[in-house]
């Protein structure tokens, strides 16, 4: 089994920042993509931003230059931090992984989401 536990939401007045973390833990054996998405009350969940495990990183146009990602390989963990928030960043924030476990399947797993309120 894999788990991913998010932490670092929270209520930000616009253009302020935050931290999100994302640590993976279980039965990996490696970890391939790690991603951020979002959801926003009656939207679909979006991409944020994905990096590669070689550090290639892509991100939504809505976010470019303000959101960065990072991932420490050697933690399995992942990070996103956020500047210059804005009202419409408002969303619950979830962590993806595409990971390979030690019995060598690869499959996809999600955080449990974690709120991002961007309001004054």
């Known amino acids: 089994q894999v788990q991913l536990v998010e932490s670092g939401g929270g209520l930000v007045q616009p253009g302020g920042s935050l931290r999100l973390s994302c640590a993976a833990s279980g039965s990996i054996f490696s970890i391939n993509a790690m991603g951020w998405y979002r959801q926003a009350p009656g939207k679909q969940r979006e991409l944020v931003a994905l990096?590669?495990?070689?550090?290639?990183?892509n991100y939504a146009d809505s976010v470019k230059g303000r959101f960065t990602i990072s991932r420490d390989n050697a933690k399995n963990t992942q990070y996103l931090q956020m500047n210059s928030l804005k009202p419409e960043d408002t969303a619950v924030y979830y962590c993806n992984a595409r990971v390979r476990t030690i019995t060598f399947r690869t499959s996809d797993y999600w955080g449990q989401g974690t709120q991002v309120t961007v309001s004054s």
């Open positions: 990096i590669t495990n070689s550090g290639d990183t």
